[in-house]
């Protein structure tokens, strides 16, 4: 399974900005896809995933209510949909990919094994 990434760039403080990740896969619907991002200097945050079957959606606290995730199974794409951006959401977004991944591991970056390249957010103020 490839993913790719995209959607970066750009913005200003409180913009908003649509993040996109196709995968390369056979079936696309038994994979739970998540988004996580690093900062200059930090680790790899979670902030969201949508669960394989169901697309039930989970979110971290630091991003819930501004950030939402959605899938189109059809079309082999996650999307992560950011509101209200800002200086410090400045980071490398990588979405990632795990086939049948337990709920207990959906905001653990180990237990992902496909990765995306990642795409540069960049929030001015």
């Known amino acids: 399974v490839q993913l790719q990434a995209s959607g970066g760039g750009l913005v200003q403080a409180g913009d908003s900005r649509r993040l996109s990740c196709i995968a390369t896969?056979?079936?696309?619907?038994?994979?739970?896809v998540a988004w996580f991002r690093q900062a200059p200097g930090k680790g790899r945050e979670f902030l969201a995933a949508?669960?394989?079957?169901?697309?039930?959606?989970y979110y971290s606290d630091s991003v819930k209510g501004r950030f939402t995730i959605s899938r189109d199974n059809t079309k082999n794409t996650v999307y992560l949909q950011m509101d209200s951006l800002q200086p410090e959401d400045t980071a490398v977004y990588y979405c990632?990919?795990?086939?049948?991944?337990?709920?207990?591991?959906?905001?653990?970056?180990?237990?992902?094994?496909?990765w995306g390249q990642g795409t540069q957010v960049t929030v001015s103020s």
């Open positions: 990632a990919g795990a086939s049948f991944l337990h709920d207990d591991y959906y905001n653990t970056e180990q237990y992902y094994n496909f």
């Open positions: 896969a056979r079936s696309f619907n038994i994979y739970t």
């Open positions: 949508s669960r394989y079957g169901t697309s039930a959606t």
